[in-house]
């Protein structure tokens, strides 16, 4: 697999599938610790948790921003990296220490590793393929990068369940600051190896001074986002959600101000990296529902019984959660079926059977005395990571045998068809919607691995391909900053999925809910088609000149 390229993608591919392992075993529980409310949760509303998620969600690639000013001016790719690493690490290692004070300090830590960690990890990757018997394969090695990433997240949910089955919610979370540790040491014995990836470009004098961009980005987003926070009332649903895309509006300003800054050279692909940007906004909106609605949808909606002949297996992997009739502390439902909230915005609880049941036939419940076994709801959080680790090497081989026939489609309409292809994903959900009639019945767990599926196509095309495309266009001495704006498309995306699954319970007819993330995805679709022959002239202009 990584034969013709560079010794250096091996460090970073282990490096990025150990802190991947981190990150996405806290992302699959981390909606259930929120509203548990039986073995140790947090006991919040769902539409709490899914503000806090979106929230931490954009937040966490919000940050990348900052960590890659500061690489490319001070600290250098591998310096931010290890910092970063070390500050996840630390910040899971908290979250599996009880109470909320130890939760916010976790997240505060997670939040600013990441934004030190990601975009530099991935500027390394592409700054490997500088030389010109490495540069063709630059996509393909984004690909396999991208398969150490979900390595990574495919093998952290059945850890995930074992601990959180077996031993609690604490040493899940910590045993994702377990991996982050891994990740640092691998990338610290390596870091020989990415050396000459770790080169900054001089400022120019068209850049702005770290002292000015504190003060015309950093400074008035604060006191924007300290405006949306005490604001009267919320715009968007919430205070943090007011918060965050008012303190986004100077930070997209300061981007804007870098294309209209930049040299005649330098306009041209700041630009076309501005629209994509703009555009797997929604991408990002969808996908990253994963952790929310679709969370709720595997617990609540999907038929998660295993057959016997799998259990045994399956609870040797821990991925089993048995449940039974035996009243315990559950959610109070209203009489449309919601959980009812009380002035704090907490669950109220009573006295009953598992939830698994309320909308299960009563011939299928176990007798007394019996429970029974469940798939884990996070181990359908591996469903996207095992697809796209199968499907990686064919991606790969597909797009290598049109290279060879030159027929390779450009990247900008590989990510097109990532759009397209996600906007078919949540037509599937529709048709689940329908089979389970609404949720009045279980639905079988096809569905949600067939919409898994198809997005995973999508972000294959998609995702490796727009990390590839800032490392082809960004002027040199600007990469991570401007890995640092895929990532705030990211994070803006991210808030997005957590205000659109914060919805959730305001459709009683569920089919409604996904077919807004069908209209998105097309109306993205549309707007790359828009503009492709023009994106299209200045990939080739610029990779041709460069």
């Given amino acids: ?13 282990f490096t990025e599938m150990w802190e991947r392992f981190g990150y996405y075993l806290l992302l699959g529980i981390f909606t259930l610790y929120m509203i548990d409310t039986q073995a140790g949760g947090l006991g919040l509303s769902l539409a709490s948790a899914a503000d806090i998620y979106g929230t931490y969600l954009a937040l966490v690639y919000l940050a990348p921003f900052v960590g890659g000013l500061l690489a490319d001016r001070i600290l250098g790719y591998r310096r931010a990296i290890i910092i970063g690493g070390l500050l996840m690490g630390t910040g899971y290692i908290t979250l599996a220490l009880p109470g909320m004070t130890a939760f916010w300090i976790a997240l505060f830590l997670i939040i600013i590793g990441n934004g030190f960690f990601k975009p530099n990890i991935s500027t390394l990757v592409g700054n490997l393929y500088t030389d010109d018997k490495y540069k063709p394969l630059k996509d393909t090695g984004y690909n396999i990068f991208y398969m150490g990433i979900n390595i990574g997240s495919f093998i952290c949910n059945f850890v995930a369940a074992y601990l959180r089955n077996h031993y609690g919610w604490g040493y899940a979370f910590a045993a994702a600051g377990i991996g982050l540790y891994i990740g640092v040491i691998i990338f610290i014995f390596g870091k020989k190896h990415v050396a000459l990836a770790d080169v900054r470009k001089p400022v120019q004098k068209e850049d702005m001074s770290l002292g000015k961009i504190g003060a015309v980005v950093f400074l008035p987003a604060l006191l924007v986002g300290a405006i949306g926070w005490f604001l009267p ?16 509006i100077p930070i997209v300003l300061f981007y804007l101000s870098l294309w209209l800054r930049a040299s005649k050279e330098d306009k041209a692909p700041i630009g076309a990296l501005l629209a994509i940007f703009a555009v797997v906004v929604v991408f990002w909106g969808i996908f990253h529902q994963n952790g929310s609605a679709l969370t709720i949808w595997a617990e609540s909606y999907t038929h998660r019984e295993l057959p016997a002949a799998v259990q045994p297996a ?31 915005n907490h669950v109220v609880t009573t006295m009953g059977p598992h939830p698994y049941f309320n909308n299960l036939d009563k011939a299928q419940w176990p007798v007394e005395g019996k429970s029974l076994k469940l798939i884990s709801t996070e181990i359908f959080q591996s469903v996207n990571p095992f697809f796209v680790v199968a499907l990686t090497p064919l991606v790969v081989v597909f797009f290598g045998f049109l290279r060879k026939k030159g027929k390779e489609p450009s990247t900008p309409v590989k990510i097109g068809s990532g759009l397209f292809i996600t906007a078919i994903s949540t037509l599937v959900m ?3 919607v329908f089979a389970s009639q609404n949720g009045l019945t279980k639905c079988s767990p096809w569905w949600l691995i067939s919409s898994y599926a198809l997005i995973t196509v999508g972000e294959l095309f998609l995702s490796p391909m727009g990390l590839s495309l800032v490392s082809k266009l960004s002027p040199p001495r600007i990469t991570a900053l401007m890995m640092g704006g895929w990532f705030l498309a990211t994070s803006i995306g991210n808030k997005l999925s957590g205000i659109l699954s914060s919805l959730w319970e305001q459709y009683d007819h569920k089919a409604i809910f996904f077919s807004i993330n069908f209209a998105g995805a097309l109306l993205a679709t549309l707007a790359i088609l828009v503009m492709l022959k023009w994106l299209k002239k200045v990939v080739k202009e610029h990779t041709e000149g460069h």
Avoid: C, W
Avoid at 1 to 13: A, E, Y
Avoid at 233 to 248: H, I, K, V
Avoid at 318 to 329: A, F, H, I, L
């Fill in 1 to 13: 697999m990584f034969k013709n390229h560079p010794r250096g993608l091996v460090v970073l591919f």
């Fill in 233 to 248: 009332g919320n715009l968007f649903g919430s205070d943090s959600t007011d918060a965050f895309l008012f303190s986004s």
């Fill in 314 to 344: 399956a609870q040797a992997f821990g991925m089993v959660q048995e449940v039974d009739t035996t009243p315990r502390e559950v959610p109070r439902l209203d009489v449309y079926g919601k959980p009812v909230i009380d002035a704090d």
């Fill in 430 to 432: 529709i048709a689940a």
